[in-house]
Structures are given as structure tokens and as C-alpha cells.
């Protein structure tokens, strides 16, 4: 197959991280007989120097031509006092409206390999934890009516029947490919938008009878994922209570730099990433973990490519990695072997 895919490299490790999920994709390429080719766009405060804004009209034309795009992060502390349509930040919210990505996929997901890093009790993460949380991302309270008034503010959350039916639809598909057991969330005792939800939930679960759904208040399943969070496969929520529960979900796997996601259109096309910034206390010295990145990669072969195998081939690599006791610094432990960006690159790209 051959595939081309925009890389949005962005700011602080960013450039770095994104350069070893490229070697990895390279011999993936390889390995299995497809031809992957990538062409590289500005974003974020590495376009506002160069250009002036934070998301150029290249940077969005070409992503929106290319198959599949990969970004690192965005944003720093260089660009934190500008005027708010001028922030890096503008660019990510700009790359996803503008290409339709209204399903946001953060895997959390904790190694057996890196258990200690996780802050819940042995007895509570058993033999590990593989969480899938499916965010609604372009509408709710986020995108709804807002305004203040002197010493009153509001912000609005509404959600419309088709708006709810496709984010509720891909947790389907996710839950009928994982465990089929698909969670949803939300706040039905008290919102309008949330029983609008539940009802559209419990119309569909007939077209997947081979799923077993459940329904559950977002207080509560913010309290269960640290006290019981292996009750949960597929998660799927509105795009408020997803961001929420996907950082709490996150945190429980105790590394922010092992984290990848997806946020993807109607038609599968996606725009993947790792979960964690552009980490400048950290850019340029060769020691951010390049995994989240790799994973990312890994996930866009499996979601927008359908190349499962060759998903599953890079996650088995990372592991590999982990069995070989190798860690960058933020998952270092004693008696681990201490590798940098690229060495870490490197070795997963050798696994493979
Ligand atoms: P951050 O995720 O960049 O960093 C938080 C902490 O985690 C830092 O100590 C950092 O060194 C560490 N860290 C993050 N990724 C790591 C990795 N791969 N390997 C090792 N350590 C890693 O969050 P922040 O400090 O709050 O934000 C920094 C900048 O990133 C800000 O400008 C923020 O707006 C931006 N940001 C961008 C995105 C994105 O592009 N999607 C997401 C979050 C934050």
C-alpha cells in the first residue's frame, strides 16, 4: 500500500519525537512491502516565528491532502503572552475543526513493565490496565453558546441527535473490536443534553447486539477509575467529561511521555498524536520518551490504514523494548539501562 502522511512536527521535543516515530514508520514500511512518503508543516509557535500565525493555510490544505497526519505538540513558554487568536494552541483547534475530527481515542493503557510507575495499589491494577476512552471533540459545552454580562458568564453544552449518534456509533466499532463491553457517560439525573445522550445510546445498542452496554454518571466513573478502573474497556463521553476522565485515566498509568492518540473524521481519516505537550523544560537534550509518538504511529496503522498486523508489530516492538529493561528518564527506575531520544528510536525500530 502506499500512503502519504503530513507530519506536524510543532515545538519543543516535538521535532525530536517525531523523528523516531518516522524511523519506526520507515521500517514498517520495510518489513511488510508498503511505501510510505511524508511531507513536513509548520505549526504552532514554530510557524508563528516563521510566518506570523499559528496554523498557515499550507499546513491545513496539505494535511487535508495527505492520507494520515502525525503531530508532535505544540506551544511554550516563548509564545504564552500573545493575544489568544495567536497562541500555538489556536493551531490544534484549528487542525481539527478543519478537518471534520470529531472522535477523540486515548488509549490508557499501563505495561506490566512499568507497573511501579502507577500510583493505584498492586491489588486494584492487577496484571495491568487497557482502557479505551472515545471523547466527543467538536461539540458540547466547549463549542456551545457562551458570554458574560456584567457579573454573570455562561457556557453552554448542547448535543443534536447526529451528533451524538456518530461518536456513539465509533464507541460501538471500538468496543466490537476489544473486549464488547462499551461504558457510557454522562450526567443523566440532571442534564437535558445528557438524557438526549442516553436515549440515543440505548436506540443504537440494538444494531450491535453483540455488545454489551452499560451507563454510568460522571461523578461516579470519575471515583470507579481509580477505585475499581479495571471494570472499564470502551469509554465513550461527551467531549467535557471525556477530556476530564481521559487526563484521570492517563494519570493512573503513571506516564504521561507512553501515552498516543487519535482524533479522527467520519470517513477514518485521523490526526494522531502523543497526549503529553510540547514538554520545553525537556526540548533539545536528547531524553524525552519518543513512545507515546511511536504508539501514535502504531494507531494510525491500525485506525486509518486498517493495518493491524503492522500495529500490532510496533506495539510488540515497544514492549520488546521494555522487556529489555531499556527506559528513557521519565520511566527510569534503578537497575533499568538509561537510554536518550534516539537510542530509544533506535532500538524499537530494531525490535522490529
Ligand atoms: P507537557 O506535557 O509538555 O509537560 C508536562 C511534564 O511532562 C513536563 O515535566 C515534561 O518534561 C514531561 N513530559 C512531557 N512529555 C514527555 C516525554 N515525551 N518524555 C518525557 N517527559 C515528558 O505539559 P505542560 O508543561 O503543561 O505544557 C508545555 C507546553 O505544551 C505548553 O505550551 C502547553 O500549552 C503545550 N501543550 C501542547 C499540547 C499539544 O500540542 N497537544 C498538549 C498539552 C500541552
Excluded at 516492538?317 to 522487556?323: F, H, I, P, Q, R
Aim: aromatic share 6%; glycine share 10%; hydrophobic share 40%.
Amino acid at each position: 500500500m502506499k500512503k502519504h502522511i503530513a507530519l506536524v512536527p510543532g515545538d519543543g521535543i516535538g521535532p525530536d519525537i517525531v523523528n523516531e516515530a518516522v524511523k519506526v514508520l520507515e521500517v514498517v514500511g520495510k518489513k511488510f512491502g508498503h511505501e510510505f512518503t511524508t511531507t513536513s508543516y509548520l505549526a504552532g509557535g514554530a510557524a508563528l516565528d516563521a510566518l506570523g500565525i499559528p496554523l498557515p493555510e499550507d499546513t491545513l490544505e496539505g494535511c487535508k491532502k495527505s492520507d494520515s497526519v502525525l503531530l508532535g505538540a505544540v506551544g511554550g513558554p516563548k509564545w504564552d503572552t500573545l493575544a489568544s487568536n495567536l497562541r500555538p494552541e489556536k493551531a490544534l483547534l484549528g487542525l481539527r475543526s478543519g478537518m471534520g475530527l470529531f472522535c477523540n481515542l486515548r488509549p490508557a493503557i499501563l505495561y506490566k513493565q512499568l507497573s511501579d510507575a502507577c500510583p493505584l495499589k498492586d491489588e486494584i491494577i492487577g496484571d495491568g490496565l487497557d482502557i479505551m476512552v472515545v471523547r466527543e471533540l467538536t461539540g458540547g459545552i466547549y463549542f456551545g453558546e457562551r458570554g458574560r454580562e456584567g457579573d454573570r458568564a455562561y457556557d453552554t453544552m448542547a448535543y443534536s441527535i447526529p451528533e451524538v449518534e456518530r461518536i456513539v456509533r465509533k464507541g460501538f466499532e471500538i468496543a466490537q473490536k476489544r473486549s464488547k463491553r462499551l461504558c457510557s457517560i454522562d450526567k443523566a439525573n440532571i442534564l437535558n443534553s445528557s438524557q438526549l445522550w442516553r436515549e440515543v445510546v440505548e436506540k443504537m445498542k440494538g444494531e450491535y447486539p453483540d455488545v454489551k452496554v452499560s451507563h454510568m454518571y460522571v461523578d461516579n466513573a470519575a471515583m470507579q477509575l481509580v477505585r475499581n478502573p479495571r471494570q472499564f474497556d470502551v469509554i465513550v463521553t461527551s467531549n467535557m467529561f471525556g477530556d476530564i476522565l481521559s487526563d484521570e485515566a492517563s494519570q493512573i498509568t503513571g506516564s504521561i511521555g507512553m501515552l498516543p492518540s487519535a482524533s479522527l473524521a467520519a470517513d477514518g481519516f485521523g490526526m494522531y498524536e502523543p497526549i503529553h505537550g510540547s514538554a520545553p523544560d525537556i526540548a533539545g537534550q536528547n531524553i524525552a520518551n519518543p513512545i507515546a509518538t511511536v504508539l501514535s504511529v502504531a494507531m494510525m496503522l491500525r485506525y486509518s490504514f486498517s493495518m493491524a498486523k503492522e500495529a500490532d508489530a510496533i506495539e510488540e516492538a515497544v514492549s520488546k523494548v521494555l522487556d529489555g529493561g531499556y527506559r528513557t528518564a521519565d520511566i527510569y527506575t534503578d537497575g533499568m539501562k538509561k537510554v536518550g531520544t534516539s537510542e530509544m528510536g533506535t532500538l524499537i525500530a530494531q525490535a522490529l
